[in-house]
């Protein structure tokens, strides 16, 4: 049966260059001071990584965008992504933490992040992605 344009190798590339993408773009709004957005981007960075992951390995699909529960789905083909768990799951609070003033007690992300912040996020996600990058 030929491979659905929308899964396997073909599909995982996608996400992967993405993720590439996101990540740049992050280091460049991190760079221009951007760091709440730097951090999203540094999450949605990780998260395409991890579901690229996913598709190539064979999912059907793939739900939902917390790195705890990507990685926890990829040791299922490939237990070493129990070592990276950890640390990806640092990105989750910047999915929706970066973006919404809710997430804020009595302020806005934008004001909230340095770039403190925005370097370990990015950080972290050029780790995430180098990983799954490494898996075969």
Known sequence: ??????????????WLAQAHHDL?????LAEAGRHALACFLAQQCAEKAVT???????AEAVWGGALADLCEDAVAFDPTFEAVR???ILLDKHNLGARYPTAIPGGVPAEAY???DSERALEIAGEVLGF?????
């Open 52 to 58: 690229g992951f996913l598709l190539g390995q064979g």
């Open 114 to 116: 340095d770039g403190t």
């Open 24 to 28: 740049a773009d992050g280091r460049l």
């Open 86 to 88: 950890p640390i990806a």
């Open 1 to 14: 049966m030929p491979e659905s344009p929308r899964s396997g190798a073909r599909e995982a590339g996608r």
């Open 132 to 136: 799954v990058e490494g898996r075969p």
